[in-house]
T-cell receptor
Framework: AQSVTQPDIHITVSEGASLELRCNYS??????LFWYVQSPGQGLQLLLK??????LVQGIKGFEAEFKRSQSSFNLRKPSVHWSDAAEYFC?????????????FGQGTTLQVKP | GAVVSQHPSWVICKSGTSVKIECRSL??????MFWYRQFPKQSLMLMAT?????????EQGVEKDKFLINHASLTLSTLTVTSAHPEDSSFYIC????????????FGPGTRLTVL
């Protein structure tokens, strides 16, 4: 069965520091991969997505993610974190690819940003 | 663009009553809408897929008679929690896929349901 694992439940970084949020997936073929951010009172916002092609994907708000097939990973990165980035981050996989009705989410990672 | 709204944003009801939650795509037509449930500090679990003009498809373990879904138009889907009980208290989130753009879901802000 398809699954998504976000190993880090909670991460704290200092403002201005770099960030990497981990995501591992289990799927037999090349999946469609997503990163969403959830802020209190707001809906999940799509940061970026990977379907095919260049394995380094650029998203909004300065985020990027790299698809590594050999490691079944799709880690999210940002070179310099801002206080406004504090939120809940979810990695998700569409399974099967193209059928976006079956979004399987990871457990989420809570990002706290220290001043 | 691609804004999805939900109403109400929060609701408190008595046990045994029914509650209706609306999900609207404001600036696009959505052939497919989805309903998720999110428990505190947990991930989103897909409850059902709603296609305009047809019956919803429920995920395994979701009671279709308890969670009634109607997708009467290309911009509106409703979730009715019937005979609500305290264990139905949760955060309900909808999402929508634009017609012709089946690769991305856009999410509503969610509805917090508390059943007393």
């Amino acid at each position: 069965a398809q699954s998504v694992t976000q190993p880090d439940i909670h991460i704290t970084v200092s403002e201005g520091a770099s960030l990497e949020l981990r995501c591992n997936y289990s799927y037999g073929a090349t999946p469609y991969l997503f990163w969403y951010v959830q802020s209190p009172g707001q809906g999940l916002q799509l940061l970026l997505k990977y379907f095919s092609g260049d394995t380094l994907v650029q998203g909004i708000k300065g985020f990027e993610a790299e698809f590594k097939r050999s490691q079944s990973s799709f880690n999210l990165r940002k070179p310099s974190v801002h206080w406004s980035d504090a939120a809940e981050y979810f990695c998700a996989v569409a399974a099967p690819p193209g059928n976006t009705g079956k979004l399987i989410f990871g457990q989420g990672t809570t990002l706290q940003v220290k001043p | 663009g691609a804004v999805v709204s939900q109403h109400p944003s929060w609701v408190i009801c008595k046990s045994g009553t029914s509650v209706k939650i609306e999900c609207r795509s404001l600036d696009f037509q959505a052939t497919t809408m989805f309903w998720y449930r999110q428990f505190p500090k947990q991930s989103l679990m897909l409850m059902a897929t709603s296609n305009e003009g047809s019956k919803a498809t429920y995920e395994q373990g979701v009671e279709k008679d308890k969670f009634l879904i109607n997708h009467a138009s290309l911009t509106l889907s409703t979730l009715t929690v019937t005979s609500a009980h305290p264990e139905d208290s949760s955060f309900y989130i909808c999402s929508a896929t634009p017609a012709g753009g089946a690769d991305t879901q856009y999410f509503g802000p969610g509805t917090r349901l508390t059943v007393l």
